[in-house]
Structures are given as structure tokens and as C-alpha cells.
């Protein structure tokens, strides 16, 4: 099969490239492993799809290179994609923070791509293995077990090592490599923390237990909710600090943002003497974590010393904790690390020393927040390599 552009991935970003090359009538197909496309679009955001956010912008992506990502994310924006979505007559709203959701199923956004995908001429082969890549200086032919496919352009979107149940592979970064690019080493990101014995003690008991909580860690700071687990910390803001974490780091949690609980203490403890420590604490916390907290206290807050009140402040508001590790691949939302921006062109995704190799998606070292900003990318660094290949 001889074409202009292959793409190898049909999830976000290898569908939204296809469509964009489509359109300037470039004859595209797209090979996928798995036996259908956007398996990963249909599982997001509960099966509704949190299919941007209204406020990406670049200083809300992690890489190795803080400013690669703004030329995709500036030429096509996160009001374009909600442009496209509106024309197909899909019903949304915001959940929180600027997320966007489907009002029906992440289905609708997989329909429209691969509606889009139709209507530029996109051919889709599923359930073909890629098996080997070579480069002649001009054109690509890739091998598959179902024949061999040669084109000049070579866009790879097949993201990262996040959740392998689903088929997720490290293939991009071997093809990056095939090719003498440089690739950061991934990580888990959007991810579970687990901890250790000594703060297991407290999260354990707690398990399905949440609050509201602010998470820091450096200049990073994350307020949304914090989920015990039988094995650590979950919610959206352990898995937004995940992303900056580093095995030895501290982060540090407060347990009750809009509580200076010292001064809370102390106004109880003069206030209501004969109360015991875990009542009190329940006004502020959720019981089940109030009595966690205040442990087998049996004297009311009265009777109760200040340093040991102080020190039970400080564990609230300032609740340091070094993890043990995270959930891993198996549990994380998505890869942080990949092929390294410095290899790449950041107008047309394309390998500075390889002319028609592009690497888009999560495949790359960009990484997003929590809240649509990944799937923002993925449509983004697409549209870039799509005007390109």
C-alpha cells in the first residue's frame, strides 16, 4: 500500500492528525494493534469524556522544556476544539476548574473524530501489528503482519506505558530511539500515591474517607480532594502532585484549607472545656478522620496540654509525608517523560534530524494536568503534525 501519511495509533492524537492531514487531501491511514480506536477516549472521565479545559495554557503542561508545547497549544486552542464539538451537536458542561464533559457518553467525541476522519478520505486499519520501520532517506515503509505500507510522512501516536491493560506499550519511545532520538525516562503521572508503615497507620483506617485538602510540593500547589486508600493517597489533588513528585520527596498536606485549626483549638478548648478532642474536631473534619486524628484521647480538650493540641494543629494543616511510591503504570492516567522535545520541532512535531518522522500525543514529554488539559494536547500536537505530514 503505498500513501502520503501514516499514522500509528488511533487514539486522540493519532485521529485528530489523521483528519488534519486528511483535509489537505493527503492520502492517510492509520493502523492500530487493538481491534478498535479511542479506547482510552471511551473510558475517560467516567465515560463521559473530559474532552479539554477551558483554561490550558502552557504553564498548566510539565516537560523537560517548559516552552515546547506552546506553539501547538497557540495555533490550535482548547475554543477550537469546542468549535468542533459544537458543530457536531454535542451537548457539554463544565464540571469544575474549567473540565468540560460530554452531557451523553465519551462515545459522541470517538463518533465525531471518526466521522471527521471519513469525510477526509482517512483510511483506518485495525488490528494491525507494526513489526518493523525502515527509512530510506525519503519514504518509510512499515512492516505489519498484515503487509507492508510505505508512505514519506510517519506520524507515531502511540502514547505511553499508562495502563497496559489496555494495550499500552513503550513503542514510541523504541521507534524514537530506532531513529537517534533521545527519550526522557517515563514515569507514572496522574497517579495513586502509596505510603509507608508509619503514615500507612493513619491513611489505612481512613480508607474511602475524603477531603478537601491543599497538596504542595516546591512551587506546585494543588487544592481539590484527597482520597484515603487501603495502600496511601488518592483524589485529584494527590494525583495532580504525583506529576511533579520524585522518589524522596516530601509533600506536604493540609488537611483543612479554610481552618487555622491552632486557633480553632484554642477557642474550643476555652470555649467548651469538658469536650472531648474528637467532638471537637468533627465541626472542622469528617468524623471518621476526626477520630483518626484525635486517637484514643479519653481527657476532654480542657484537660488537654497545649503543646499536644499544637502538635495535633500542625499534623492538619501541615501534614508532611514522604510516599513510598506510587500505584504505577497499571494506575496511572497517564506518562510524564517520552521522546525529548530538544530532538523535536515544536511548529511541526517533526524530528529535527529525521525529515517526515513526527511523534505527537503522550508519546511525547509533555504532560498535562488533571482536568482535560491532556486530551488538549493530544488535539493540539495532532493539528501541528497534521498540517505538516
Given amino acids: ?125 485495525l488490528g494491525r501489528a507494526v513489526t518493523a520501520i525502515a527509512h530510506d532517506g525519503s519514504r518509510f515503509r512499515v512492516t505489519t503482519d498484515k503487509g507492508d505500507i510505505a508512505a514519506e510522512s510517519l506520524v507515531v501516536a502511540t502514547g505511553g506505558p499508562s495502563i497496559p491493560k489496555m494495550g499500552a506499550t513503550g513503542f514510541a519511545y523504541d521507534v524514537a530511539r530506532q531513529f537517534g532520538l533521545r527519550v526522557i525516562p517515563p514515569r507514572p503521572a496522574l497517579v495513586p500515591l502509596t505510603l509507608g508503615a508509619e503514615d500507612l497507620a493513619l491513611a489505612a483506617p481512613l480508607s474511602g474517607v475524603s477531603v478537601e485538602a491543599v497538596a504542595r510540593l516546591g512551587k506546585a500547589s494543588f487544592r481539590e480532594n484527597l482520597l484515603f486508600t487501603h495502600r496511601g493517597l488518592s483524589g485529584p489533588a494527590v494525583l495532580q502532585i504525583s506529576s511533579y513528585w520524585r522518589e524522596g520527596q516530601a509533600i506536604s498536606f493540609d488537611l483543612a484549607p479554610d481552618t487555622d485549626i491552632a486557633a480553632f483549638l484554642k477557642a474550643r478548648k476555652a470555649g467548651r472545656p469538658r469536650a472531648e478532642v474528637k467532638t471537637i474536631l468533627a465541626e472542622a473534619l469528617p468524623a471518621r478522620f476526626a477520630q483518626a486524628l484525635a486517637g484514643d484521647q479519653p481527657r476532654p480538650i480542657g484537660e ?18 514522604i510516599p513510598a511510591g506510587t ?42 494536568w488533571l482536568g482535560g488539559y491532556n486530551f488538549q494536547w493530544a488535539w493540539s500536537s495532532g493539528h501541528a503534525a497534521g498540517e505538516a505530514a
Fill in 304 to 321: 488537654t496540654g497545649d503543646k499536644a493540641l499544637a502538635g495535633l494543629a500542625a499534623r492538619i494543616n501541615g501534614w508532611r509525608v
Fill in 1 to 125: 500500500m503505498e500513501v502520503d501519511v501514516i499514522v500509528i495509533g488511533a487514539g486522540a492524537a493519532g485521529l485528530f492528525c489523521a483528519m488534519t492531514a486528511g483535509r489537505r487531501r493527503r492520502r492517510v491511514v492509520v493502523i492500530e494493534h487493538g481491534d478498535q480506536p479511542g479506547a482510552k477516549i471511551l473510558i475517560s472521565g467516567g465515560g463521559r469524556c473530559n474532552f479539554t479545559n477551558l483554561d490550558a495554557k502552557p504553564e498548566r503542561f510539565l516537560s523537560d522544556n517548559p516552552h515546547f508545547c506552546k506553539s501547538a497549544l497557540s495555533r490550535y486552542t482548547q475554543h477550537d476544539f469546542i468549535d468542533l464539538v459544537n458543530r457536531h451537536g454535542i451537548a457539554f458542561h463544565e464540571k469544575t476548574l474549567g473540565q468540560l464533559f460530554c452531557d451523553g457518553s465519551a462515545r459522541q467525541i470517538l463518533a465525531m473524530l471518526l466521522a471527521e476522519c471519513d469525510a477526509a478520505g482517512v483510511g483506518l486499519e
Fill in 327 to 368: 500505584e504505577g503504570f497499571a494506575k496511572a492516567e497517564v506518562t510524564a517523560g517520552g521522546v525529548d522535545t530538544r530532538d523535536l520541532s515544536s511548529r511541526t512535531m517533526a524530528a529535527n534530524a529525521v525529515p517526515g518522522l513526527h511523534f505527537i500525543g503522550e508519546a511525547v514529554d509533555v504532560t498535562g
